[in-house]
């Protein structure tokens, strides 16, 4: 019913940047919060960033001062601008969203896009 479709990975050397996007679509009536993860080879998978339906954000330690979460709540979009890029940023990154899918409800749904390959290195 609600696909979240990722964009914007690729390999970058250190110190570059990238931004990525997330765009969900199907039976959504809101989306409430959305955020990015992301996991390393052999390392548990770990919050990057999220933001609310009231543009509140939260990004985790390593990556403060350096990503800036944001959305487009008219195309059900969530970016994710990472500038200053370490080799330790390399990793997988997953979107995540929560929805509402009908007016009224109190329920909401977790839905995760496929993940995209972060790459940084010389």
């Known amino acids: 019913q609600v696909q979240l479709v990722e964009s914007g990975g690729g390999l970058v050397q250190p110190g570059g940047s990238l931004r990525l996007s997330c765009a969900a679509s199907?039976?959504?009536?809101?989306?409430?919060?959305m955020g990015w993860y992301r996991q390393a080879p052999g390392k548990q998978r770990e919050l990057v960033a999220t933001?609310?339906?009231?543009?509140?954000?939260n990004d985790a330690d390593p990556v403060k001062g350096r990503f800036t979460i944001s959305r487009d709540n008219a195309k059900n979009t969530v970016y994710l601008q990472m500038n200053s890029l370490k080799p330790e940023d390399t990793a997988v990154y997953y979107c995540?969203?929560?929805?509402?899918?009908?007016?009224?409800?109190?329920?909401?749904?977790?839905?995760w896009g496929q993940g995209t390959q972060v790459t940084v290195g010389s």
């Open positions: 199907g039976s959504i009536f809101s989306i409430d919060a």
């Open positions: 933001i609310t339906s009231a543009n509140i954000t």
């Open positions: 995540h969203a929560k929805v509402s899918v009908r007016r009224g409800s109190r329920t909401l749904y977790n839905y």
